[in-house]
């Protein structure tokens, strides 16, 4: 227990840009044993998201104005880590072996594959943000809930899925155990019963964002799988931003 919060703060240093770097010990444990804490990096980023968008609201903005802003601000918590590894993904899926996908993927340059990656999913989640817009508690339980519950499938794909590379952040990280797998799942799907309560049928509208997540991260999971022979920070990134996107669209059609 004692190893908890500076977990934590490992966790918030790695998937933020929060000064949380200041929480930690002067031997931080390994990042593989922060993973349990992944959905409580994602929670804070969320909250950050939902204050930028009751502040929009009590300015009396429009919907999409309120939610690029939002979204805006969750980037910049983050420093768009992981939209840069969706577009570093997305720019790989066009080589023709694994080694020169996972070369392709390391060029700090970004190619039309990941631009276009980009403005697809950052377009669904201003659309989704702003549809959840007229419904304040709504869009504040799911800013909240699916930044959470997505980045446990990040957890999940660094204990189950191999290093694809024997150098890089997937390798560095190590695999985490079963139980800190577990505990995220855990906190990730009960970060999704707040914005599943706002709405009239909470029962459906928990399981379809869920099943909705967990289909998105396992079809990219699976794409890494057979396209470069398993994980890297890259891919733990883009399951992050498909999990979140399949997550927040999939409540618009039950708000």
Do not use: K, N
């Not at 044993?33 to 009590?58: C, D, N, Y």
């Not at 999409?64 to 939002?70: D, Y």
């Not at 601000?73 to 420093?79: D, N, S």
């Amino acid at each position: 227990m004692a190893r908890l919060p500076a977990e934590a703060a490992l966790a918030l240093v790695w998937l933020t840009r929060l000064p949380a770097g200041r929480l930690l010990p002067a031997t931080p444990p390994a990042l593989a044993r922060a993973a349990w804490a992944f959905p409580l990096a994602g929670l804070a980023v969320g909250l950050i998201g939902a204050a930028v968008l009751a502040l929009a609201a009590f300015a009396g903005l429009p919907a999409p104005v309120a939610a690029l802003l939002t979204v805006g601000a969750m980037i910049l918590v983050t420093g768009g880590l992981h939209e840069d590894g969706l577009a570093d993904f997305a720019d790989g899926s066009g080589g023709a072996t694994p080694e020169r996908r996972l070369e392709i993927m390391r060029d700090s340059r970004i190619g039309s594959y990941g631009v276009l990656a980009l403005i697809v999913t950052i377009g669904l989640r201003v659309a989704a943000v702003a549809a959840l817009f007229g419904d304040p508690w709504l869009a504040a339980a799911a800013l909240a809930g699916m930044a959470a519950a997505s980045r446990a499938g990040m957890a999940a794909g660094l204990g189950l899925m191999p290093p694809a590379r024997r150098d890089g952040l997937g390798h560095a990280a190590g695999r985490p155990g079963r139980g800190a797998v577990a505990a995220a799942l855990a906190l990730g799907a009960a970060a999704l019963l707040p914005p599943a309560l706002c709405l009239p049928h909470p029962p459906a509208a928990w399981l379809l964002p869920a099943a909705a997540m967990a289909a998105a991260q396992l079809w990219l999971a699976r794409r890494a799988m057979r396209g470069l022979g398993g994980q890297t920070g890259d891919v733990l990134g883009a399951m992050q931003q498909a999990g979140e996107v399949a997550g927040l669209v999939a409540l618009t059609a039950l708000a």
